[in-house]
């Protein structure tokens, strides 16, 4: 596979560039260290992701790979990615991932025509955030076994249960959501996906705070929610396999690997400039190892998402989900691996926050702190070798 840009990519990159550098001038500070959190967590970081999502619907780089007639311009896929991978490793704002990158193209794939042209241009104009009704207090990574209940009466569904760790939803008015249609059934029959909306009698948002403050989860409870039966995506009690292309679009982004160059590349600029024992750290044989492994790691990571996008650009958006897997456990454990490198080198400043001796604004603890998050959320790391043994390499299912 040759990963070399064409004129008009490398154009097109620069164009993507240009435009996030000088935006990201403008930033709240709390957009130095990680975007999601930045975004959720304040008024200040939700309000500059508004101004920024204005800014990319102007320029039509909101939904460029989507068809025309639901808001997008049909760009090939890989400009697409290569958009996704600039804006990250800027760290900007103004996509919502959960509506935008993730059930925006489960839509295309599995909702009506009607469901198409009424869902998909909100979207695509900005206009609608989402979050995802998946994780329940029982059902995590075995998501399956979830217990929310969606029982058909006449032509609506009336829900009860309770989702959690719930990103975003209290900046929300829309949910995806997967609940139980059939009772009777177990595991992964009998479910089906919803389109919710937020300001619904019945659904109550509760923050799930961190222990410094911060608010990025929360906790829904549905009592007798009703859903009319138009808002239901896919055929009833067969939400299973459009979740599980849900899943694959969720764990199979470009954005970690930009993110951790970003942050290389800012770990290096520290280790050019900061002396131990009188020698510049990046002089130790050591840590340029270290560093090299992990830059070579971060661009083999890289590889995997553009593998994905070359293979959807050629096949359509349905992917094999070891694919996905193998992007998403990859990226999480280097993600790991790379906090805790940072923290060890940085030392004891290493853990500092707020101050203006904290490296790089204080990510290298924010990232510490948070990297365990990243082999649990969207599926743990043991659930993602499964998937690569069971789909990809073709070993037994265990009974």
């Not at 869902?119 to 995802?132: D, F, K, M, S, V």
């Not at 990574?141 to 009336?158: C, F, Q």
Request: aromatic letters at 12%; a negative charge.
């Amino acid at each position: 596979m040759d990963y070399k840009l064409t004129e008009l990519q490398q154009g097109l990159r620069q164009e993507y560039d240009d435009f996030f550098r000088e935006e990201m001038k403008n930033a709240p500070l709390v957009y130095q260290k990680q975007t999601l959190e930045a975004i959720y967590d304040s008024d200040e970081g939700w309000n500059f992701h508004v101004q920024m999502r204005e800014k990319l619907v102007e320029k039509g780089w909101l939904a460029m790979a989507w068809p025309k007639e639901y808001g997008g311009r049909e760009a090939p896929i890989m400009e697409q990615l290569i958009f996704s991978e600039v804006q990250s490793y800027h760290r900007a704002p103004g996509i919502d991932a959960f509506g935008f990158g993730m059930f925006a193209p489960t839509l295309m794939l599995f909702a009506s025509e009607e469901q198409k042209k009424r869902l998909l241009p909100p979207i695509a104009r900005g206009e609608t955030n989402y979050c995802q009704g998946w994780s329940e207090p029982n059902a995590g990574s075995d998501l399956a076994s979830l217990e929310t209940t969606a029982i058909k009466d006449g032509d609506t569904y009336v829900v009860n249960g309770q989702k959690v760790w719930t990103t975003g939803a209290h900046r929300a008015d829309h949910m995806f959501l997967l609940a139980r249609t059939n009772p009777e059934e177990k595991r992964s029959k009998g479910l089906s996906v919803f389109n919710v909306a937020m300001d619904l009698p019945g659904i109550e948002v509760r923050p799930i705070h961190y222990m410094n403050g911060g608010h990025l989860y929360n906790e829904i409870f549905f009592n007798n929610v009703r859903i009319t039966e138009s808002n239901r995506i896919g055929p009833e009690n067969e939400g299973w396999q459009s979740t599980r292309a849900t899943m694959n679009f969720e764990r199979s982004g470009v954005g970690l690997f930009a993110e951790m160059k970003r942050t290389l590349e800012e770990f290096m600029v520290y280790l050019k400039t900061t002396k131990r024992g009188g020698k510049f750290l990046y002089e130790n044989s050591s840590v340029r190892q270290k560093i090299a492994r992990l830059y070579a790691e971060m661009e083999a990571g890289r590889s995997l998402s553009y593998r994905i996008a070359w293979n959807q650009e050629k096949g359509g958006l349905m992917i094999a989900p070891h694919a996905a897997s193998e992007s998403k456990v990859f990226g999480g454990e280097l993600h790991q691996r790379m906090a805790n490198f940072g923290t060890e080198i940085m030392g004891l400043h290493g853990q500092l926050e707020g101050s203006e001796w904290a490296p790089l604004s204080g990510k290298m603890p924010f990232d510490y702190q948070g990297c365990m998050g990243y082999n649990i959320a969207a599926g743990s790391s043991e659930i993602q070798r499964n998937i690569i043994a069971w789909v990809g390499v073709g070993l037994p299912r265990f009974k």
